[in-house]
């Protein structure tokens, strides 16, 4: 069997989708000798595929995004297949939230979230349009889907009428990267690099509306009010409708107590987690959450919304606050900045809770569908 996997997520540095689409690539292909694998992105004039997966082929669509999935549209529309870019393949994984319309090829579709059908106002127009118009075909498409929470496949069960059996939840992993960092040197050499204090707070990801961060920054400011010391770090790009977060910011007094460091690399990021006081991740809505695994295989304390997958994902190792209650979000950070105890109860919990979740297992039960999918057609 030949199996092509859109690594695109990954070559074009997609936040989360980004790791999803590089981490199942790498290990399906290691731990399934029984197949040939290839992969797929487009814009190779601006992609930059992970060297880790540079001995597969490739097969490279000389578009850019918009371009792209409006390929993919009318190929729907003219009921068109599209079959003749993937000579050879037996079965395609769209990892990206895009599904091109096959005759031939099996197809395996990953729904990381339903945010544009929950919170549409989040997204910019033309992706909410494309996504409301499109995701339903592609859910019908495929052979089967993965969703990567249990909310997220209740969620798609309930929003978008898929049945219950052809959706098989298949959780993300953690990378072993991500453990807790003892050496002071280690540590001190990455707050060095990226112009960070001794004593920071936390938060990993996009920022955009969805993550509810004014939330975090009136809670932050909160905590400074009374007397905390701690600088607050933003480790992400800026994502759609970003600019209400930087307003309030600036409302709020804050510009000298947020970090905004950039781009951190993947070898510096398990550091940078491992040297925080404390990982906040208020998201209203998460399909999965990665960053708040990545925290608690940090060892580091961390507190999410009870939101979506969140309470999913981080079980008891985590606090969990109301999403949208202010105050609650600022009285556990208290909690946990001032309660050495507890602090030191939540770092020994994370790693042991995080350790549920790897890529292998994440990759072997993917491989398992495929053959489970391959095997329906015959």
């Not at 092509?4 to 540095?13: K, L, N, V, Y």
């Not at 996504?131 to 859910?139: E, K, Q, S, W």
């Not at 993947?266 to 998460?286: C, H, K, Q, R, T």
Request: one cysteine or more; aromatic letters at 10%; proline letters at 8%.
């Amino acid at each position: 069997m030949h199996i092509c996997i859109d690594i695109s997520p990954a070559a074009h540095r997609k936040a989360g989708l980004r790791r999803y689409a590089r981490e199942l690539a790498e290990r399906a292909h290691r731990i399934d000798a029984q197949s040939d694998y290839s992969i797929l992105y487009y814009q190779p004039s601006r992609a930059q595929p992970p060297a880790s997966l540079s001995n597969l082929p490739a097969h490279i669509i000389p578009l850019s995004a918009k371009p792209w999935r409006m390929s993919v549209l009318l190929a729907y529309y003219a009921h068109i297949p599209m079959d003749r870019l993937l000579p050879g393949v037996d079965l395609f994984h769209g990892t990206d939230h895009l599904l091109p319309p096959f005759r031939r090829i099996r197809s395996v579709f990953t729904v990381h979230d339903v945010i544009p059908k929950l919170f549409p106002e989040f997204h910019l127009p033309l992706n909410r349009w494309y996504l409301t118009l499109m995701f339903p075909r592609f859910l019908r498409s495929a052979d089967a889907v993965i969703a990567v929470s249990q909310c997220t496949k209740q969620d798609t069960m309930r929003l978008y009428g898929v049945p219950e059996e052809k959706i098989s939840v298949i959780y993300e992993g953690v990378d072993p990267r991500f453990h807790p960092v003892r050496d002071a040197e280690v540590l001190r050499q990455a707050r060095s690099r990226y112009h960070l204090p001794e004593d920071y707070i936390l938060y990993v990801g996009t920022i955009e509306p969805r993550k509810n961060l004014v939330r975090l920054l009136e809670a932050y400011h909160a905590l400074k009010q009374k007397g905390y010391g701690h600088k607050l770090v933003f480790v992400g790009a800026k994502g759609w409708l970003y600019q209400p977060v930087f307003d309030a910011m600036r409302a709020l007094g804050l510009e000298g107590d947020v970090i905004l460091p950039g781009y951190i690399t993947d070898e510096d990021l398990p550091a940078i987690y491992a040297g925080a006081s404390l990982f906040v991740f208020p998201s209203l809505y998460e399909g999965f959450g990665l960053p708040p695994l990545e925290a608690l295989a940090s060892g580091v304390p961390t507190i999410v919304s009870d939101a979506s997958s969140l309470p999913e994902v981080v079980g008891d190792a985590a606090l969990q606050v109301p999403p949208t209650d202010t105050g609650a979000l600022a009285g556990a950070m208290e909690r946990v900045l001032s309660d050495a105890a507890l602090a030191e109860r939540l770092a020994a919990a994370g790693p042991e809770r995080a350790a549920l979740f790897t890529w292998e297992k994440a990759a072997e039960e993917t491989v398992a569908l495929y053959r489970e999918v391959a095997r329906e057609r015959r």
